[in-house]
């Protein structure tokens, strides 16, 4: 198996513009996380999803923030519109029931 | 409620005992993990702990939980220059799904 892969590895936009990023989890797993990553607050869970059901999303900063999971092997976290802020790296892990979350490699994004 | 609090910054030479602490304030505390970060990469599992338990040892690694005192720590024997990377602290509780909270990291460098 690959692992957890994002896209885009790094992504540099302007504020106000729209920001999509992507994840795919393992296969077969049933959890699918979204953190952010920032010097100031470390790592901080946005949002998760069990059986592409969100079940807490009470990480989401703002409303600016969302996050769908439209099938089991695909989820996207968009921003819109972007500020200098969001400026972090967003990381998207899944794991099979209560067990090991393995993370992706990240996406790091610049907002100018 | 949940905190996790860990020293931000440790550096050894190579050979040496790394200790890099952990405490946390959730006494329900079920699950205590560590994971390492190397650069430019997402989190990986190294080692967890069950709160029953006082010690686990896997190879160079050795994790101590103290209940009492909330406190975890992780040893890393003969550290390495390939060691060098950030640590987290990470709890959950076993009550239904539980997600983690993580510390905000320690940055473990290993000098030649």
Not at chain 1, 10 to 23: A, I
Not at chain 2, 9 to 18: A, I, P, Q, T, Y
Not at chain 2, 43 to 70: A, E
Not at chain 2, 71 to 77: D, K, T, W
Request: proline fraction near 4%; aromatic fraction near 10%.
């Amino acid at each position: 198996d690959a692992g957890v892969i994002q896209s885009p590895r790094h992504e540099v936009t302007e504020m106000g513009q729209e920001v999509t990023l992507r994840c795919k989890p393992i296969s077969g797993h049933d959890y699918l996380f979204w953190y952010r990553q920032t010097m100031m607050r470390g790592l901080e869970l946005l949002i998760y999803f069990n059986n592409n059901v969100p079940i807490d999303d009470s990480g989401m900063p703002e409303d600016r923030f969302s996050a769908k999971m439209p099938n089991a092997s695909f989820s996207t976290l968009k921003i819109q519109p972007s500020e200098p802020r969001d400026s972090a790296v967003y990381f998207c892990a899944s794991s099979l029931a209560r067990n090991e979350q393995f993370f992706g490699p990240g996406t790091r994004l610049t907002v100018l | 409620g949940e905190d996790v609090e860990q020293s931000l910054f440790l550096s050894v030479r190579e050979g040496d005992s790394s200790v890099i602490n952990c405490t946390y304030t959730d006494s329900s505390s079920t699950y205590l993990y560590w994971y390492k970060q190397e650069p430019g990469a997402g989190l990986q599992l190294l080692t967890y702990i069950f709160s029953n338990m006082d010690m686990k040892q896997d190879q160079r690694l050795t994790v101590l939980l103290n209940k009492k005192d909330k406190h975890l720590s992780l040893r890393i024997a003969d550290t390495q220059t390939g060691d060098s990377a950030i640590y987290f602290c990470a709890e959950s509780i076993a009550s239904g799904y539980s997600t983690l909270t993580f510390g905000k990291g320690t940055m473990l460098l290993v000098s030649p």
